[in-house]
Nanobody, 116 residues
Framework: QVQLVESGGGLVQAGGSLRLSCAVS????????FAWYRQAPGKRRELVAT???????NYADSVKGRFTISRDNNKNTVYLQINSLRPEDTAVYYC??????????WGQGTQVTVSS
């Protein structure tokens, strides 16, 4: 069964860092692209970063220079490194993968809370 499972969220002070992980059950090569989204309370889910099978990345303007998406094909895992955290980064972060480029799979989400 194909699943995406996030981990790595937590409570951190402003200016701190976290690394979120998205473990892929099944083959990571069955998905293209992967993406991280986030949803803050009372707000719509927003796209944060994407990475293709070829390693091409894109970021939302609000996170450029602070967030880095990457993938480790050997570990079947996609990462989101988050630096210089701000209170406005507080949200549930979701991993998304497009299975064979067609079907959306989502993880259960991991909470990131940034205190000021």
């Amino acid at each position: 069964q194909v699943q995406l499972v996030e981990s790595g969220g937590g409570l951190v002070q402003a200016g701190g860092s976290l690394r979120l992980s998205c473990a892929v059950s099944g083959s990571i090569f069955s998905f293209n692209p992967f993406a991280w989204y986030r949803q803050a309370p009372g707000k719509r889910r927003e796209l944060v970063a994407t990475i293709t099978s070829g390693g091409n990345t894109n970021y939302a303007d609000s996170v450029k220079g602070r967030f880095t998406i990457s993938r480790d094909n050997n570990k079947n895992t996609v990462y989101l490194q988050i630096n210089s955290l701000r209170p406005e980064d507080t949200a549930v972060y979701y991993c998304n993968g497009q299975y064979h480029g067609m079907y959306d799979y989502w993880g259960q989400g991991t909470q990131v809370t940034v205190s000021s």
